[in-house]
């Protein structure tokens, strides 16, 4: 079992940067990959952005990709999304997720998630 916490919601104005955190406990975070899933109000839940156990391989969502950096501190269990120039359309419940398959999984392949944190970006 795979517990993951995440930290780091607020509200911003666009064209500002947060950043997100994810604490994870109960199995070795190094032979996970971790990823980034957001929901928006009435919306489906969509990939934001992934990263490989070893941290070496990225991947990201065409409309993130440039403004947000996934990255992880294997030393620190933790797993980070750094957002910048956010816009209103980032408004929504971010999820971090965990797998041991892969970070090109499917959505459906992964095992474990967050409880969600929420980001707010006004116009």
């Known amino acids: 079992q795979v517990q993951l916490v995440e930290s780091g919601a607020g509200l911003v104005q666009a064209g500002g940067s947060l950043r997100l955190s994810c604490a994870a406990s109960g199995r070795t975070f190094n032979r996970l990959a971790m990823g980034w899933f957001r929901q928006a109000p009435g919306k489906e839940r969509e990939f934001v952005a992934s990263?490989?156990?070893?941290?070496?391989?990225?991947y990201y969502a065409g409309s993130v990709k440039g403004r947000f950096t996934i990255s992880r501190d294997n030393a620190k269990n933790t797993v980070y999304l750094q957002m910048n120039s956010l816009k209103p359309d980032d408004t929504a419940i971010y999820y971090c997720a965990a797998n041991t398959v892969s970070s090109r999984a499917a959505e459906s392949s992964y095992e474990y998630w967050g409880q969600g944190t929420q980001v707010t970006v006004s116009s």
């Open positions: 990263i490989s156990a070893s941290g070496i391989t990225t």
